[in-house]
Each structure stands twice: as structure tokens, then as C-alpha cells.
């Protein structure tokens, strides 16, 4: 099946500092990858789109300077973490779609193996 | 509330089968999912189910969809110690790829 690959898979911080995390479709063109955020023993919960060459649209709640996105191919989305803090630290995790599926909410999603930050 | 919501905590005995409830709210949904988590790692897609469709069987596992009722459910049949991980359901908007996660259900394997 297509895979998508998260670098880092760990990652360890000071705080102010920034982080970026990578997220590469690795046999397939991903239109639109998402960004996703897990807090310790709860579910994901969506930060924002990524659509390759246009601007990241993000959810609710979600500082759009504070994570910048960038999705400068189809097979790579990055999401970067301004000036860290510890309550940043988090598990993230992305997920692409293979555009060749067919039109959106019609095939597998998938998945990276997440990216675990620790900001001290 | 939540959008899609399941029970926190599943336990049961090593062979017995596990069903793990999901409700969720807007019927609009076109694909229903089951993910697995293991402990630090991603999420393993288990299996997925068109709204169209009342079951789906794929070995040991048994997708079932009400969508009056707009709940889903999974089985797992002879349930392993394997198996012990967190499971969340997840639902796609109609026209969208954003996937809507369930809280969770923490399924506990014991001998």
C-alpha cells in the first residue's frame, strides 16, 4: 500500500527554539495532505489542510504563525513549529490522500508514523 | 460535544470477541473508518466502510453501520492480546478529505 513518511519521529527541543517536521508521500502524488495533533491519551484532532502550492487552511482555534505549513511539492508538506514552548510538545501526525484515487472523501487516507515533540 | 464519540475503556478476556461502539453526528458522512493505535506509534488503518454499506466483514473483523441510527460499531472476534491498543472511528464529510476522529476506546486484552 502507499506510504507516507514523517521525519523526525522524535524530536527534542528548548523552548523558543523551532522545529520542522516533515511529511513525504513516498509512491504517490498527495493534492492536499493534514496535519494532525495528539494530545497523551486523547484523540487527533485536525490543525489544518495542506494544499500544495496555496496557503494551509487551518481549523479553529489553531495559530497560524505559531505552526506554519508549507506544501511545496506533491509529495512533501512541512510543518514547522515557531518559538516552542513546553505545552507545544505533542505528538503531530500527517496523512495524505493519493490523488489518483479519485475526488475528495472517496479513498484511503494515509498515514505517517507520527512525530513525537518534547519541548524543555 | 464531540462530533463522533466512543466509550473510553473495552476490557475483555483473551478469545472472547470485542465490539467497540461509535456514534457520530452528521449523516452527511461518506466513509466510516476503523484506526488502530499502538502504544507510541501512528495509526494503523484497519478497516473502512461506504455509507452506503450496513456490514462489512474482512476476517476478524465485522463493520456494522446503522445510519438512522448513525453509529457504528466494530468487532473483533477471538480478540488477542495483539489487539490490545487504542481504536478510534473516524468519519469523512461528504466533499472533504478531513477526517473526524472519535475519542478512542482503549481495548484491554487480558489472558
Known amino acids: 500500500g502507499a506510504v507516507v513518511s514523517q521525519h523526525p519521529s522524535r524530536v527534542i527541543c528548548k523552548s523558543g527554539t523551532s522545529v520542522k517536521i516533515e511529511c513525504r508521500s513516498l509512491d504517490f502524488q498527495a493534492t492536499t495532505m493534514f496535519w494532525y495533533r495528539q494530545f497523551p491519551k486523547q484523540s487527533l484532532m485536525l490543525m489544518a489542510t495542506?494544499?500544495?502550492?496555496?496557503?494551509?487552511?487551518?481549523e479553529q482555534g489553531v495559530e497560524k504563525d505559531k505552526f506554519l505549513i508549507n506544501h511545496a511539492s506533491l509529495t512533501l508538506s512541512t510543518l514547522t513549529v515557531t518559538s516552542a514552548h513546553p505545552e507545544d510538545s505533542s505528538f503531530y501526525i500527517c496523512s495524505a490522500r493519493d490523488r489518483s484515487s479519485g475526488g475528495a472523501g472517496t479513498g484511503e487516507l494515509f498515514f505517517g508514523e507520527g512525530s513525537r515533540l518534547t519541548v524543555l | 460535544g464531540e462530533d463522533v464519540e466512543q466509550s473510553l475503556f473495552l476490557s475483555v478476556r483473551e478469545g472472547d470477541s470485542s465490539v467497540i461502539n461509535c456514534t457520530y453526528t452528521?449523516?452527511?458522512?461518506?466513509?466510516l473508518y476503523w484506526y488502530k493505535q499502538e502504544p507510541g506509534a501512528g495509526l494503523q488503518l484497519l478497516t473502512y466502510i461506504f455509507s452506503n454499506m450496513d456490514m462489512k466483514q474482512d476476517q476478524r473483523l465485522t463493520v456494522l453501520l446503522n445510519k438512522k441510527d448513525k453509529h457504528l460499531s466494530l468487532r473483533i472476534a477471538d480478540t488477542q492480546t495483539g489487539d490490545s491498543a487504542i481504536y478510534f472511528c473516524?468519519?469523512?464529510?461528504?466533499?472533504?478529505?478531513?477526517?473526524?476522529f472519535g475519542t478512542g476506546t482503549r481495548l484491554q486484552v487480558f489472558p
Open positions: 473516524a468519519e469523512i464529510r461528504a466533499n472533504t478529505d478531513k477526517l473526524i
Open positions: 452528521d449523516s452527511s458522512s461518506t466513509y
Open positions: 495542506s494544499n500544495e502550492g496555496s496557503k494551509a487552511t487551518y
